[in-house]
């Protein structure tokens, strides 16, 4: 089955800066990849999602980059605010029959003022 | 409007007791998902229906886990007997349809029933 490994677990930064979090997956027929975020206490909430078609998907300061051929797709965080501090998780969409989004470990951000 | 919702949000049982996670979907929904979180680690798939149907249940750890759909509308999730390792965040998702084909598709989550196994 489908495998996606997410890093880091945790990341600091300082606001404004940028934040990158990646993740790979196993399954080369995986064709879609949506990203979730959830703030403390809240419900995880889909903020960007990419499809194997298109390499890169911008939304305002998050954008996603997908490398099929890696494997690989990340998530870019630009003028990070207080806000953005949560918990990330990337998924995967595998091909095949079994088609049930695989998530990662998530990742901690926290923006430091 | 409404979200998903589940009941309850925490829950604090003993090894070898019963507990019932109840999940309410969006309305319209008929895709109805479980997760479970255990700490620091991925989300990962517990089972998926379709309407009142089992559409998938390849997740579900072992028999003391029932999960039920009746009518199609709430869901309830059954842990008996319940183990330590049983211990997590149960996430409840909904979709209106199935694939994620279609670019106005979202899965939409509630905010976990959070268990403790002691």
């Known amino acids: 089955g489908e495998n996606v490994e997410q890093h880091p677990s945790t990341l600091s930064v300082q606001e404004g800066d940028s934040a990158v979090i990646k993740c790979t997956y196993s399954?080369?027929?995986?064709?879609?990849f949506p990203w979730y975020k959830q703030e403390l206490g809240k419900r995880p909430q889909l903020i960007i999602d990419?499809?194997?078609?298109?390499g890169e998907k911008k939304d305002q300061r998050i954008a996603v980059t997908l490398n099929k051929t890696a494997k690989h797709f990340s998530l870019h965080i630009t003028e990070t605010q207080p806000e953005d501090s949560a918990v990330y998780f990337c998924?995967?969409?595998?091909?095949?029959?079994?088609?049930?989004?695989?998530f990662g470990s998530g990742t901690q951000l926290t923006v430091l003022p | 409007e409404a979200g998903v919702t589940q009941f309850p949000s925490h829950s604090v049982i003993e090894k070898g007791q019963t507990v019932t996670l109840r999940c309410d979907p969006i309305?319209?929904?008929?895709?109805l998902y479980w997760y479970r979180r255990v700490m620091g680690k991925e989300i990962k798939f517990l089972l998926h229906?379709?309407?009142?149907?089992?559409?998938?249940e390849s997740g579900m750890p072992n028999n003391r886990f029932l999960a039920e759909r009746t009518g199609g509308t709430y869901s309830t999730l059954k842990v008996q007997p319940a183990e330590l390792e049983d211990s997590g965040v149960y996430f409840c998702?909904?979709?209106?349809?199935?694939?994620?084909?279609?670019?106005?598709?979202?899965?939409?989550f509630g905010s976990g029933t959070q268990l403790s196994v002691l």
């Open positions: 229906f379709v309407k009142e149907s089992k559409q998938d």
């Open positions: 998702a909904s979709s209106q349809l199935r694939g994620f084909s279609d670019r106005r598709e979202k899965l939409f």
């Open positions: 309305s319209g929904h008929d895709n």
């Open positions: 399954d080369s027929a995986s064709n879609y």
């Open positions: 998924a995967a969409l595998p091909g095949g029959s079994a088609r049930q989004l695989t």
């Open positions: 990419i499809r194997s078609n298109v």
